[in-house]
Nanobody
């Protein structure tokens, strides 16, 4: 029983910044990885950034140098700092977490409901 809640989305002008947050709660023993995806109307969902339990990160080429994924001080929290935003970044951003809920369970993935990011030109 794990719940993910995203926050931080909104309307921003091109060139501006937003910081998205994703907090996982519930029966969590450990989080193996957390990932940000995004999906715009009429387009396929794409991976934006991910961070593994050991801190290893990966970014989509389209956001390298502009976005930064990081772990928060709070347990099971991840952030996505988005700078130099472009209209093409407009999408619903969704958080995904790979979670181990108990010592006897395997790793399962959970999704948040998403937060809207709109970048105006």
């Amino acid at each position: 029983q794990v719940q993910l809640v995203e926050s931080g989305g909104g309307l921003v002008q091109a060139g501006g910044s937003l910081r998205l947050s994703c907090a996982a709660s519930g029966s969590i023993l450990s989080v193996n990885a957390m990932t940000w995806y995004r999906q715009a109307p009429g387009k396929q969902r794409e991976l934006v950034a991910e961070i593994a339990g050991d801190g290893r990160t990966h970014y989509a080429d389209s956001v390298k140098g502009r976005f930064t994924i990081s772990r928060g001080n709070a347990v099971n929290t991840v952030y996505l700092q988005m700078n130099s935003l472009k209209p093409e970044d407009t999408a619903v951003y969704l958080c995904n977490a790979a979670v181990r809920g108990s010592p006897l369970s395997g790793v399962q993935e959970y999704w948040g409901q998403g937060t809207q990011v709109t970048v105006s030109s």
